[in-house]
């Protein structure tokens, strides 16, 4: 997105207000997404900004993965470039101090090798009965979208109604 001058003086004006009105919420949720090894776009910049206590690592894969090329050993592979990516993006909790509690997909190569032996308390998630969540069904109609979990030797059904979401579990 371009913006203008006016645009970007607008939003510095703006933001130490916005940032105020936070100050009333006991939890923020937010989103922090690495593009690059090198600031500013990796982890490491980000947690120059806001230090997460809780984090959570969905996955890593390949896309969007042309900054993380230079920073790999030929031959590049998929695998490679996965791990470098799992390495920037657990950052969120193997470099930060402020995290107590870390949450990530044991299913994703990448990521689990990445944070199999974090020393922060966690919990997993996953297809595997060994997950702390463990997927175990999803079905999708033209009235809903149901999600079944397991844990701790109980279902849980979450329902969706009038949702219609792809399944990405495949």
Request: glycine share 2%.
């Amino acid at each position: 997105i371009h913006r203008s001058l006016h645009d970007w003086s607008r939003i510095l004006i703006q933001s130490p207000r916005n940032i105020f009105f936070l100050k009333k919420y006991a939890y923020l949720i937010i989103e922090m997404g690495v593009d690059d090894p090198q600031p500013p776009r990796n982890m490491g910049y980000l947690l120059s900004i806001v230090k997460p206590h809780i984090a959570v690592v969905l996955n890593a894969f390949p896309a969007h993965a042309e900054q993380f090329e230079r920073v790999i050993t030929p031959p590049i592979t998929d695998e490679k470039i996965s791990a470098a990516i799992a390495h920037e993006k657990c950052k969120i909790i193997t470099a930060n101090s402020q995290c107590r509690y870390a949450i990530f997909n044991a299913d994703n190569v990448a990521t689990y090798h990445e944070l199999r032996d974090s020393v922060v308390p966690h919990a997993t998630f996953g297809s595997s009965h060994e997950n702390t969540l463990q997927h175990s069904s999803y079905t999708v109609s033209l009235e809903k979208t149901k999600f079944g979990y397991m844990m701790k030797n109980k279902k849980i059904v979450i329902t969706l109604k009038n949702v219609v979401l792809p399944n990405v579990l495949k």
